[in-house]
């Protein structure tokens, strides 16, 4: 059983389009998030839902928007895809009454914009 | 948020104790540390988290001296699949108001046969 799903797991695409990326989570948590990891390994969070809530929503450009149907998905809508915008992107989920900062990765999905 | 120093990298034989220190002068009455392993092409997975002492589980040990400006990780003989660049969070715990981890550069370990 896969806790922290992602599709696709490889994205190449040409600068000006509109891509998605869709993540689901089966392990009942009530918060997910997308972190964004760049050819540095540096892992940067980008937005986070409570309850389908948005309660975190860094500084990132509105071409990105986030999209959760349910507290067991939240997609990632980007619009106008830019070179910068090659990255890693992954989704993340936890369960914010467990006491501990952890955090459920999916296997991320690896965007190229040419 | 506080701010964490870890080394870069770090290579150990197998077989090896591996100590990874983390510094966090600035850490918060309510923060917790804890600490994370990202494996290539994969994200990142919950080793440990501690607030004060020693915390131990199957895969780690963690132990924080009694100012907490530091804390230290450590894996008991190291085999080349611990592999892996581990991370130092240091944040509140959930439910404490718009607690988010903030991820570090990381130490990459390199466990060497």
């Known amino acids: 059983d896969t806790a922290v799903s992602q599709t696709p797991k490889y994205l190449v695409t040409q600068m000006g389009n509109d891509k998605s990326i869709k993540c689901e989570q089966n392990?009942?948590?009530?918060?997910m998030y997308w972190y964004k990891q760049d050819s540095k390994k540096f892992l940067k969070i980008m937005f986070s839902y409570n309850n389908k809530e948005l309660i975190i929503n860094e500084t990132v450009p509105n071409r990105f928007s986030p999209k959760s149907p349910d507290k067991a998905h939240l997609n990632l809508h980007i619009n106008s895809l830019e070179l910068g915008d090659s990255a890693v992107y992954f989704c993340?989920?936890?369960?914010?009454?467990?006491?501990?900062?952890?955090?459920?990765f999916g296997p991320g999905t690896r965007l190229t914009v040419l | 948020l506080a701010k964490t120093t870890q080394p870069i990298s770090m290579d150990s034989y197998e077989g090896q104790e591996v100590n990874i220190t983390c510094s966090h002068n600035n850490i918060a009455t309510n923060d917790y540390i804890t600490w994370y392993q990202q494996f290539p092409s994969q994200g990142p997975r919950f080793i440990i988290q501690?607030?004060?002492t020693k915390v131990t589980n199957e895969v780690a040990s963690l132990f924080i001296p009694a100012d907490r400006k530091s804390s230290t990780l450590s894996l008991p003989r190291v085999s080349l699949s611990d592999t892996a660049v581990y991370y130092c969070l240091v944040g509140e715990n959930p439910g404490a108001g718009s607690y988010q981890l903030t991820f570090g550069k990381g130490t990459k370990l390199s466990v060497i046969p």
């Open positions: 501690g607030y004060k």
């Open positions: 392990l009942g948590h009530d918060t």
């Open positions: 993340a989920s936890s369960l914010l009454t467990s006491g501990r900062n952890e955090q459920f």
